[in-house]
């Protein structure tokens, strides 16, 4: 069993940053896909970014790419998602995901989730 703990979210206005974190309980992220999605009001869960082979690899939704960065501290089970450059539309509540590789942006090929934490950008 592998516990994911997401944190970093907040309020920011359009155009500002935040970097969200996520803390696994056992040393996952060495080697497992790590997967963000996210999840806005009345709509499903959309995959926004991934990261695998222990940092090297990674791969973003069009509607992030450039904007948003994935990385990870292998020494820390963390992985984090960096986002600049916010717009309204990113608000949502924001998932990271631990599955085996090859990582897709399918979420039922991800086994353990994080609990979520709220990003909310205002225009």
């Known amino acids: 069993q592998v516990e994911l703990v997401d944190s970093g979210g907040g309020s920011v206005q359009t155009g500002g940053s935040l970097r969200l974190s996520c803390a696994a309980s056992?040393?996952?992220?060495?080697?497992?896909?790590m997967g963000w999605f996210r999840q806005a009001p009345g709509k499903g869960r959309e995959w926004v970014a991934h990261?695998?082979?222990?940092?090297?690899?990674?791969d973003y939704s069009d509607s992030v790419e450039g904007r948003f960065t994935a990385s990870q501290d292998n020494a820390k089970n963390t992985v984090y998602l960096q986002m600049n450059s916010l717009k309204p539309e990113d608000t949502a509540m924001y998932y990271c995901?631990?599955?085996?590789?090859?990582?897709?942006?399918?979420?039922?090929?991800?086994?353990?989730w994080g609990q979520g934490t709220q990003v909310t950008v205002s225009s």
């Open positions: 995901a631990a599955g085996p590789p090859p990582c897709t942006a399918l979420p039922y090929n991800y086994v353990y």
């Open positions: 056992r040393n996952t992220v060495r080697s497992a896909c």
């Open positions: 990261i695998s082979g222990g940092g090297g690899r990674t």
